[in-house]
Each structure stands twice: as structure tokens, then as C-alpha cells.
């Protein structure tokens, strides 16, 4: 069932390797760019990432760790 006025798989500029070269260049540059902020957000938020949830205070320390 064709609708009227649809455009044929040949009509459409993507089908069957017809792409634009500066398409697939932009395409090509999205996926880089966000593959570089991703890894720029993973070193970011590895080199922040220090535990927070300890609640000894100088008085109680916690569990002592040290080697007997």
C-alpha cells in the first residue's frame, strides 16, 4: 500500500550508498566528539570520585585498619 505522494527507496538521498560524503563526515564527526566527551567525563568524574559516606570523627575513628 502506497501512500500518495510517498516517496521509493530510489527517491531517498540515504538509501543504497547514496549518501552525501559531508553527511557521513558530520555523522562521523557527532560520534567522535561524543566519544572524546565521554571519555573526557569518565577522567573528570574518576579523578573526583572519592568516597564520601565515612563517619568517623577524631574522637572514633572507625575501624582501624593498621597491622598489629
Known sequence: ????GEPTMDQIDDYDGNENPK???IVRLIIIGL?????VY??????FSTP???I???ANPG???TPR
Request: charged content about 25%; overall charge positive; proline content about 4%.
Open 35 to 39: 566519544l572524546a566527551l565521554s571519555m
Open 56 to 58: 568517623g570523627t577524631p
Open 23 to 25: 553527511k557521513r563526515q
Open 42 to 47: 569518565g577522567l573528570v568524574k574518576y579523578s
Open 63 to 65: 575501624i582501624d585498619t
Open 1 to 4: 500500500m502506497k501512500l500518495k
Open 52 to 54: 564520601n559516606d565515612y
